[in-house]
């Protein structure tokens, strides 16, 4: 991809980035969702990977407002954060602290498009177009109610379930340290 010479091109390559990620994570989600332990957020990452087929037709419907082709570019991004989130799923059986993990990696993931999804809103409204940037809006409201979602379940209960047995571990991490101190 060349670089780009205008706010419009640099706009262009943004939504390619996006549409890619929103289909790296509709591979990623089914995945996060099979390893959590705690059906609610089972229930709450499945109903965000039905938003994000969600995001791509809006990303699709972008691309035809802006008479481009429907064609992605690759998010190294969201690939990273993607890639950390599955080692932990790789790693961890089905537990509050893999449920912890996937919140994580999650969020992670809601931050980043988040903050993509407020550039292009930006630029989409610097650039008068209106109908792109209410359609990107959407979305943006919706990574943001994700990221609120994950939020509520990890001070909700997760995070401190995720604990247990932590005071145990750290207790004899201790006691051993102690002992080969001696």
Known sequence: MPTPSSLHDAF???????YDA??????ALPKMAKGAANSDLRNALEAHLEETREHVSRLEQVFDLLDEPAKGK??????GIIKEGS?????????????ACIIAGGQ???????????TVVAWAETLELPEVAELLSKT???????????????????????TAGDSEERKAGAAQGRHKAK
């Open 108 to 118: 992670r993931a809601e931050h980043y498009e988040m903050a993509a999804y407020g």
């Open 87 to 99: 080692e932990a799923l790789e790693k961890l059986d089905p537990s509050a602290l893999l449920d």
């Open 12 to 18: 262009v390559d943004e939504i390619k980035d996006l």
């Open 140 to 162: 943006l409201a919706e990574e943001k109610a994700a990221d609120e979602t994950l939020t509520t379940l990890a001070e909700d209960g997760i995070n401190e379930a995720a």
């Open 22 to 27: 929103e289909q790296q994570l509709t591979k």
């Open 74 to 79: 690759h998010c190294a991004g969201i690939a």
